[in-house]
């Protein structure tokens, strides 16, 4: 036991591991910008959910990332002993206060490094969550948690260019709201470590206008409706972007574009039509006339959320080890030199 204490508080580890970790980043960089298709997923979720999944099926790339993990981990050992061993040498010879700074910095370091590892494990990233306005969307690894879209605000400068972006959004739990806020570009909404940052927003279109025997109804894709004497109903179905028929006489789309986009009507009596979704357009089904008049357009914006519950651990770290260098440099006295001055 003695022999492994003194191993992990030895100076030449240090170095040598500095050393050893310089050098597995300089070859990770290489691979990194060799090979970027490989690493975009990493942008989007945690490190270690992407370790235990791309990260194994491409080990000749990503050997270097579970290499650097193991070195910081003895780097860590390292510190943490060198640091006991400082502090009890202090403590049992009293030496002045002033004397522990160094060690401060050792300690922010560990704490900050804690909290990286928390957040790499037990936190999240979930991008591109497309929020219509007036809708609710549940919120990942929340469960009953609904984030709600209440419209965004733009203000345009003469030039039309784009001064400010307010996303209002709502969050509830069942029909009771628990926050609610404005995101801007640089202020996202933050509800118990889970933060919502605004990416882009625009305008789609997210249902129709449609006259069913002489009655107008709204209708939101996927919903439905029904006749005015109220014993027959429809519902809107799939959408089929760039509209044809095949040989067999069955729907398809011809492209991925949104050059000739038809809804599905289906009928409670099992019947059906592809009504186009241009104004004017009209389709019988089950002598029933269906004409789309106009339609409902409505806001959206894509929202990004993330959470990372190591993030006060890393702000308490770097605390730790500001104030310590702070008090190596500004507050060292005899026996706290940075580098000692040769006689």
């Given at each position: 036991m003695k022999t492994l204490w003194h191993f992990f508080i030895s100076t030449r580890l240090t170095i040598v591991l500095s050393m050893l970790i310089c050098l597995n980043a300089v070859w990770g960089s290489i691979v990194t910008i060799n090979n970027p298709q490989a690493f975009q997923k990493l942008d989007h979720t945690i490190l270690f959910q992407w370790l235990v999944s791309s990260g194994l099926t491409n080990m000749n790339l990503s050997l270097w990332i579970y290499i650097?993990?193991?070195l910081i981990f003895i780097f860590a050992l390292n510190t943490a002993a060198c640091t006991a061993d400082r502090i009890?040498?202090?403590v049992l010879t009293r030496r002045p206060w002033h004397t522990i700074s160094p060690q401060l910095v050792h300690i922010g370091f560990l704490i900050a490094l804690l909290g990286h590892l928390i957040g790499s494990v037990y936190g999240f990233r979930s991008q591109g969550n497309l929020l219509v306005e007036g809708k609710n969307m549940p919120v990942p690894y929340h469960d009953g948690l609904l984030l709600r879209l209440d419209g965004v605000d733009t203000e345009i400068s003469e030039n039309g260019e784009l001064n400010s972006i307010e996303t209002k959004v709502t969050l509830l739990y069942g029909d009771s709201e628990v926050a609610s806020k404005s995101i801007t570009i640089n202020g996202p909404l933050i509800y118990k470590g889970?933060?919502?940052y605004h990416v882009n927003h625009g305008n789609t279109v997210t249902g129709?206008?449609?006259?069913?025997?002489?009655?107008?109804?709204?209708v939101d894709f996927g919903?439905?409706?029904g006749t005015p004497d109220g014993k027959q109903r429809f519902m809107l179905g799939r959408i089929i972007p760039d509209f044809a028929i095949d040989y067999r006489g069955l729907p398809y789309s011809r492209s991925n574009m949104y050059r000739n986009?038809?809804?599905e009507v289906l009928s409670s009596t099992g019947s059906s039509g592809w009504l186009p979704l241009s104004i004017g357009a009209s389709i019988r089904v089950d002598d029933h006339t269906i004409s789309l008049r106009d339609h409902i357009v409505s806001s959206y914006a894509i929202i990004n959320i993330y959470?990372?519950?190591?993030?006060?651990?890393?702000i308490a770290g770097s605390t730790v080890l500001t104030l310590g260098m702070i008090l190596s440099l500004f507050f060292r006295g005899r026996h706290v030199e940075l580098m000692r001055r040769p006689a």
């Open positions: 650097l993990i193991f009890i040498t202090i889970t933060a919502f129709v206008r449609i006259e069913i025997d002489k009655r107008d109804v709204k919903q439905g409706f986009p038809h809804v959470k990372d519950p190591g993030i006060w651990f890393i």
